[in-house]
């Protein structure tokens, strides 16, 4: 604390900031003084007593920060999914995240790499968040549930029946037709349909049956005429499609997208193949629990994201009833007491 013309201010000696403490009395200025030195403590000391009491049951509390949760987090991942890992949390929007101590994060500190970051970086900080709770690395959330933005993902649709055919008609190589014929009449992702072998063929069953690489979820899949058609022009021993199946994921991604751009085809991937067979299902009438065992979900939430652009026509409820009429359905007067509507039911 100091004079300037018979007014007291104080400095942050941390800051260096001066402001006025707005008296010219001594004694109020002094209490003014002790009062923000208080404010100034009294967090720290809480802050300081937290650290003791929570370093008595893990002693790497005070140390621990972003970087060691984020690569404790990767560690438990495999295949693809470590790989995505890898290159999310590399995202430079987490750099002022990484060596930050864990135990002093604050709110802002999340929301400023989510204004820095994209998408993805919204759901890797979400996965990483919640891992760093389920390890009680930290005693409460950052960010509450209900303030992380809500993420905005690009819209996502089918490939339709004519942009199919057209990119068929395109593709000069065999092996690339064909795997594209089998994507669309399997619905599977373009990696297990890539890796599927001659050995995945129940021809007595007419069954395709694979285990899905992301999930290890079984899929067993009937196939009609025309994939079986198709099927019998593969090879009958070892991989379907010996090239294809040895090309990393992106690569296949890329053949796909030239494909797409060459015809002028925009909004769709290999993945789109699923969307298209999920619709397909949904407006054929086919039930959701075998479309879901068809794909592999496990979720309906997420079957039915796939299918939510199927065109399913209603029949008229006068198909119902001459159906009724035909099956010889009698409905019974709603007049009738409740004993007599039970025993005409079972008669």
Same mark, same amino acid.
């Given at each position: 604390?100091?004079?300037?013309?018979?007014?007291?201010?104080?400095?942050?000696?941390?800051?260096?900031?001066?402001?006025?403490?707005?008296?010219?009395?001594?004694?109020?200025?002094?209490?003014?003084?002790?009062?923000?030195?208080?404010? +100034?403590? +009294?967090?720290?000391?809480?802050?300081?007593?937290?650290?003791?009491?929570?370093?008595?049951?893990?002693?790497?509390?005070? #140390?621990?920060?972003?970087?060691?949760?984020?690569?404790?987090?990767?560690?438990?991942?495999?295949?693809? #999914?470590?790989?995505?890992?890898?290159?999310?949390?590399?995202?430079?929007?987490?750099?002022?995240?990484?060596?930050?101590?864990? =135990?002093?994060?604050?709110?802002?500190?999340?929301?400023?790499? =989510?204004?820095?970051?994209?998408?993805? &970086?919204?759901?890797?900080?979400?996965?990483?968040?919640?891992?760093?709770?389920?390890?009680?690395?930290?005693?409460?959330?950052?960010?509450?549930?209900?303030?992380?933005?809500?993420?905005?993902?690009?819209?996502?649709?089918?490939?339709?029946?004519?942009?199919?055919? #057209?990119?068929?008609?395109?593709?000069?190589?065999?092996?690339?037709?064909?795997?594209?014929?089998?994507?669309?009449?399997?619905?599977?992702?373009? &990696?297990?349909?890539?890796?599927?072998?001659?050995?995945?063929?129940?021809?007595?069953?007419?069954?395709?049956?694979?285990?899905?690489?992301? &999930?290890? &979820?079984?899929?067993?899949?009937?196939?009609?005429?025309?994939?079986?058609?198709?099927?019998?022009?593969?090879?009958?021993?070892?991989?379907?499609?010996?090239?294809?199946?040895?090309?990393?994921?992106?690569?296949?991604?890329?053949?796909?997208?030239?494909?797409? =751009?060459?015809?002028?085809?925009?909004?769709?991937?290999?993945?789109?193949?699923?969307?298209?067979?999920?619709?397909?299902?949904?407006?054929?009438?086919?039930?959701?629990?075998?479309?879901?065992?068809?794909?592999?979900?496990?979720?309906?939430?997420?079957?039915?994201?796939?299918?939510?652009?199927?065109?399913?026509?209603?029949?008229?409820?006068?198909?119902?009833?001459?159906?009724?009429?035909?099956?010889?359905?009698?409905? =019974?007067?709603?007049?009738?007491?409740?004993?007599?509507?039970?025993?005409?039911?079972?008669?």
């Amino acid at each position: 604390m100091f004079r300037r013309q018979e007014v007291f201010w104080c400095q942050d000696n941390e800051t260096r900031k001066q402001e006025s403490l707005g008296t010219k009395d001594r004694q109020v200025a002094e209490r003014i003084l002790n009062a923000k030195n208080e404010a +100034q403590q +009294q967090p720290i000391i809480n802050l300081q007593i937290a650290r003791a009491y929570l370093q008595a049951g893990d002693p790497a509390v005070a #140390t621990r920060n972003w970087r060691l949760v984020m690569e404790e987090a990767t560690k438990l991942k495999h295949g693809a #999914t470590h790989a995505r890992y890898v290159a999310a949390i590399r995202d430079h929007a987490f750099d002022d995240l990484r060596d930050r101590p864990v =135990l002093e994060t604050r709110p802002e500190h999340f929301l400023r790499v =989510l204004e820095m970051g994209t998408v993805s &970086t919204n759901v890797f900080l979400r996965r990483i968040h919640n891992f760093a709770l389920d390890m009680n690395w930290i005693p409460w959330p950052v960010l509450p549930k209900r303030r992380w933005p809500v993420p905005s993902f690009k819209e996502k649709r089918a490939i339709t029946l004519a942009e199919h055919e #057209t990119i068929m008609a395109r593709e000069p190589n065999p092996e690339w037709k064909a795997y594209f014929a089998l994507l669309w009449h399997a619905g599977g992702s373009q &990696t297990d349909v890539a890796q599927l072998r001659a050995e995945d063929v129940d021809w007595q069953a007419h069954v395709l049956a694979y285990q899905r690489k992301k &999930t290890g &979820t079984s899929c067993f899949l009937s196939f009609g005429n025309k994939a079986e058609e198709l099927l019998r022009q593969l090879p009958t021993a070892g991989p379907l499609f010996p090239r294809i199946a040895q090309l990393h994921e992106k690569h296949r991604a890329k053949h796909f997208r030239r494909r797409c =751009l060459g015809l002028g085809i925009a909004g769709i991937s290999l993945h789109s193949y699923r969307y298209a067979w999920a619709e397909r299902a949904k407006s054929a009438g086919m039930p959701e629990r075998f479309a879901m065992e068809n794909l592999g979900h496990n979720s309906k939430a997420v079957h039915r994201s796939y299918a939510r652009r199927a065109k399913v026509i209603i029949p008229a409820l006068e198909a119902y009833e001459e159906g009724n009429s035909a099956n010889n359905v009698i409905a =019974l007067p709603e007049a009738l007491p409740q004993g007599r509507r039970a025993r005409a039911k079972e008669a």
